[in-house]
């Protein structure tokens, strides 16, 4: 019986001390920062969005580069509102975005598939009418030339039909009017997160970003918000 309990205990201190080892890399990680690429010119406007636990890319949706309504068609919306002129986009679980609109809904069979990568990925994109800097949201400007690289990064993220558009999911689980879900490459799990996802877009166009982060907060951490 003491052999068991000496198993078990060895078991949990091996838990407890890999969960610290995860939350104390991050949070070093996450302080170190990719090198800012300094553009020519500032021709893009970006943002990046937060809910308080995961990262949106936002970008314009039709400029000169780029017209993503081609690809994430605004009829997918329900709204189907076409002059919404922004577009929040974020890669993670599929399951996370399907079977969870509130952490009540949350699942041990959800959350173990997420966090061990057994589930599929999806990209979750919502057209906005407006943004503007604020706790929850940064304001970057970047060359067209660093805004090519990162539609070919988010574009390389995504399931595409034939004709080049996005496979689109249909779901009743939007979370409102304005957004959709789209299939994606990839697994979501604990070293490979959606925050993971939206720090590597901002490494692909040359914009500061942590060395590795699982969090939100590693990401807006190099991004203070600006006195009004």
């Not at 090198?35 to 000169?64: C, M």
């Not at 599929?94 to 069979?109: I, K, M, S, V």
């Not at 999911?169 to 009017?177: G, K, L, R, V």
């Amino acid at each position: 019986m003491k052999k068991v309990a000496k198993i078990i205990l060895r078991a949990i201190a091996t838990l407890l001390a890999t969960i610290l080892l995860y939350l104390v890399l991050a949070v070093v990680l996450s302080w170190i920062s990719t090198t800012r690429e300094e553009p020519e010119s500032d021709e893009v406007t970006l943002y990046i969005l937060t809910n308080g636990v995961h990262t949106d890319i936002v970008v314009p949706v039709r400029n000169t580069w780029m017209d993503w309504s081609t690809i994430m068609p605004y009829a997918n919306t329900a709204a189907n509102n076409t002059q919404l002129p922004w577009l929040a986009m974020g890669w993670g679980d599929r399951g996370f975005y399907l079977q969870t609109p509130t952490w009540a809904d949350l699942t041990f069979n959800t959350a173990f598939k997420a966090a061990t990568g057994l589930s599929q990925a999806a990209v979750h994109a919502t057209f906005y009418r407006s943004m503007r800097e604020a706790e929850d949201c940064r304001k970057i400007t970047i060359s067209h030339e660093q805004y090519l690289r990162l539609v070919t990064y988010i574009k390389n993220t995504l399931k595409t039909h034939p004709n080049g558009q996005a496979r689109h999911i249909p779901t009743d689980a939007n979370y409102n009017d304005y957004d959709a879900f789209y299939e994606a490459h990839g697994h979501y799990n604990l070293f490979y997160t959606c925050n993971t996802w939206a720090n590597n877009a901002l490494k692909s166009c040359g914009q500061k970003a942590c060395w590795w982060t699982p969090f939100d907060t590693g990401i807006f951490y190099h991004y203070p918000q600006r006195n009004p």
